[in-house]
């Protein structure tokens, strides 16, 4: 399994991102696809995940609180993508963000543990 992530940059405060990762190779046809962070000095943490493939519930989406209302997660089965757009970001959004796939699973976790499969970081860069 291979994870491609795109999207970072660097915006200004109050603007606009769109984050994109693709897997590829043997992800099985129901897994989870997600989305962590790490900012300077500080540990890893969650962002969002995203049910993907036929077996799991089809709006299945989680994200954490600090980005409820600003960030959607959305796929693309078909393009087997997950999206990530950030609206409204905040410095405090300035982070590298990884991509994650979780194989044959139920339900989505917030647990970096449970996911196998990770992909390379992107920059996310908000100047205030």
């Known amino acids: 399994v291979q994870l491609q992530a795109s999207g970072g940059g660097t915006v200004q405060a109050g603007g606009s991102l769109r984050l994109a990762c693709t897997a590829s190779?043997?992800?099985?046809?129901?897994?989870?696809l997600g989305w962590f962070r790490q900012a300077p000095g500080k540990e890893r943490e969650f962002t969002a995940a995203?049910?993907?493939?036929?077996?799991?519930?089809?709006?299945?989406?989680i994200v954490t609180d600090s980005v409820k209302g600003r960030f959607i997660i959305v796929r693309d089965n078909v393009k087997n993508t997950m999206y990530l757009e950030m609206n409204s970001l905040k410095a405090e959004d300035t982070a590298v963000y990884y991509c994650?796939?979780?194989?044959?699973?139920?339900?989505?976790?917030?647990?970096?543990?449970?996911?196998?499969?990770w992909g390379q970081g992107t920059q996310v860069t908000v100047s205030s």
């Open positions: 190779g043997r992800t099985g046809s129901s897994y989870s």
């Open positions: 995203i049910s993907m493939g036929t077996h799991m519930r089809s709006d299945s989406a």
């Open positions: 994650a796939l979780r194989t044959s699973s139920n339900y989505l976790s917030r647990d970096s543990n449970l996911y196998r499969y």
